[in-house]
């Protein structure tokens, strides 16, 4: 019966986690996972990590250890069975495989960290309990680790962990905002997911400068402006005559359905009659696994109805966006507004550059997929409570769905200032006495 046993060899800081694999007398080899942990964290007797809770990550180590063993034992029945070699090398090369290792990793140096970081990130235990990220995780830190290796390149530098201080700080910030023309809200992300790769390194055990803790090395931010739609504007949407113009009638159909039910573009687009249940929309989130139940709103009813009871035609959330633009400048929703718009930032260069740039906009052009949710929550913002509105939307806590919807601590202290004011106006108010006639005379 083959057997594995993990343990570490010192009580370095950090020690490497080493395995021995057994199978009968025949094989009995010794590798090193290449995975890393402080001594305290680590049970070299029953071979496993302690859960201790400082350790944020103990639960992520103790499911990468977990699945290679379950990866090495399948791997050598399946090897066995047909006959096949198995030496050193077979259990070296099973190692690499699962970890995405090669023999010229430096987990000293940011980026062979920050890929190993990102490999390893369906193993990873989140807050919620839930093992593995969304695919769009995955994707930002691709593209944080690209725009490291551009700018790795252009210093002809090869970033250590213990390089990423605020000089880096202010060098990269640089370089995104200059070379890379990106807004400082782009900026301030990349800042985030690297300072997150940092932490996650230091929990490993490995060294990374103190400036990842000081309170200068944060996220940048800059005013963020979006736009929603006037109860008056969804009415003429709801109500204009697209019957010359099929596609756009098929999107104005997910649009109207968009704006009453919240949902995002993700969710909406793949709504069916089995998601109606008793005059209910029920589905659940692709991006949260929250489950949502939202009644039907009329204009809701009424789409469907002009359906034959059935959701519109499917398209893509791509042809949505492009779609709905057109469907308001139909509608002469033209009105000039303050927004973000993607223009060509390299106008001089053969190479189109596009980036988000703030101006004054025809509201038609800014129109895109977000405005649905952020229309639904801020037309009923303030006239249902706002769990009710979070339970729909899918934010967790009140500060995200605030910060969703673009309200501040001015705008809640004027609501409170308004509702005093008509506390204050109904005690103030006298009862009226009428007077009634008895129907008699006085003589």
């Known amino acids: 019966m083959a057997t594995i046993r993990f343990f570490t060899k010192r009580n370095n800081n950090p020690s490497t986690i080493y395995l021995r694999f057994k199978a009968g007398r025949k094989y009995d080899f010794t590798k090193s996972t290449s995975l890393l942990i402080d001594p305290k964290y680590w049970n070299n007797n029953k071979g496993s990590v302690k859960q201790i809770a400082e350790f944020n990550d103990k639960q992520k180590l103790q499911n990468d250890l977990n699945s290679l063993k379950t990866k090495i034992l399948n791997g050598f029945n399946g090897v066995y069975e047909a006959g096949g070699i198995i030496n050193p090398e077979w259990l070296q090369s099973i190692i690499q495989g699962h970890f995405n290792q090669n023999d010229n990793k430096d987990f000293n140096l940011f980026v062979d960290y920050a890929e190993y970081f990102k490999d390893n990130l369906n193993n990873k235990v989140l807050r919620n309990g839930r093992t593995g990220v969304k695919e769009n995780t995955l994707k930002r830190y691709v593209t944080i680790i690209n725009k490291i290796k551009e700018f790795e390149a252009q210093t002809k530098k ?10 880096f700080y202010k060098d990269f910030k640089d370089f995104l905002v200059n070379n890379q023309k990106l807004n400082l809200n782009t900026t301030g992300r990349y ?3 690297i300072k997150t790769i940092c932490l996650d390194a230091k929990e490993y055990g490995l060294k990374i400068s103190q400036d990842i803790e000081k309170k200068e090395f944060r996220e940048t931010k800059e005013e963020t402006t979006f736009v929603t739609f006037t109860e008056n504007e969804i009415n003429k949407i709801f109500e204009h005559d697209f019957s010359n113009t099929p596609y756009l009638e098929n999107a104005r159909d997910w649009l109207i359905i968009g704006i009453w039910t919240g949902a995002r573009v993700s969710d909406l687009l793949s709504f069916t009659n089995e998601n109606i249940e008793n005059g209910f929309i029920e589905y659940t989130s692709v991006k949260t696994d929250q489950k949502i139940i939202i009644p039907l709103h009329h204009q809701v009813q009424e789409t469907l109805e002009k359906n034959n009871g059935q959701f519109p035609r499917k398209i893509t959330s791509q042809k949505f966006n492009d779609y ?16 973000s718009l993607k223009v060509n930032v390299t106008p001089d260069s053969k190479t189109k550059v596009f980036r988000k740039r703030q101006g004054v906009y025809k509201k038609s052009e800014l129109v895109s997929s977000h405005i649905c949710r952020r229309t639904f929550a801020t037309f009923h913002y303030g006239k249902l409570p706002t769990p009710v509105l979070m339970a729909i939307t899918g934010h967790t806590t009140e500060k995200m769905f605030l910060k969703y919807i673009g309200k501040t601590a001015k705008d809640n202290a004027e609501t409170l200032n308004e509702f005093w004011k008509v506390q204050q106006s109904k005690k103030e108010r006298k009862p009226q006495l009428d007077i009634i006639k008895t129907g008699t005379n006085n003589k």
């Open 191 to 193: 800042i985030v997911y």
């Open 324 to 339: 709905i633009k057109a469907v308001c400048s139909e509608v002469k929703i033209n009105t000039p507004v303050k927004g």
């Open 158 to 167: 090869r970033l250590r962990l213990i390089d990423i201080d605020l000089k």
